[in-house]
């Protein structure tokens, strides 16, 4: 359960305060990161949709049906860099299109699954604003060798690159520009 205390989002599990979170962090990733899989709030939760991290995909493909034939786990992390042809950012903006963003996604998972010894795949993309330092995209493949991992998940990434409808914008001090329409 979470609890509104002012500052800090206070955590507490079986009526014991476990944690207190600043308002400012994500306590929605930490949770996630520290292995609840939900959390029940007192108050109107706080302006975060970001739940999934790292190791809750993780934790998900150690899960999945196979996982005792596989030896391997291959892992992405795409972040927001400070510099981009030059420029400072001072924000990337995402969008996507809700209607056709999970139709795409169970595509490419559906694809990278179907790779010669690959079990399972997890991908999340963030979506809104963020700044620099801040992570983008998590791509976790699991299979049963390394060589099926490296080579699902650079495949991974370019499929989710090309085909999943999420844009992205660069904002920097002096302007803006929208990722697909910079002259390559």
Known sequence: MVRDSGEFYDVYENDV???SVRKDLNVLEILADLGFDYAVFTHQKPDVDEYETLKSLIRRVKSAKGVERCGAIAIFVGFVRRISDGKEVVRLEFERFDELYEIKLDEIKRRITDMEGVVSVEIYHK???????????????????????????????????????????EVYEDGAIWVHDKPQ
Request: charged share 35%; hydrophobic share 45%; net charge positive.
């Open 127 to 169: 979506v809104g604003v963020l700044k620099p330092g801040e992570d983008i995209l998590y791509v976790v493949v699991m299979g049963k060798h390394r060589r099926n991992v490296f080579k699902a998940l650079e495949e991974c990434v370019e499929l989710i690159k090309k085909d999943l409808p999420i844009w992205k914008k």
């Open 17 to 19: 305060k476990i944690l």
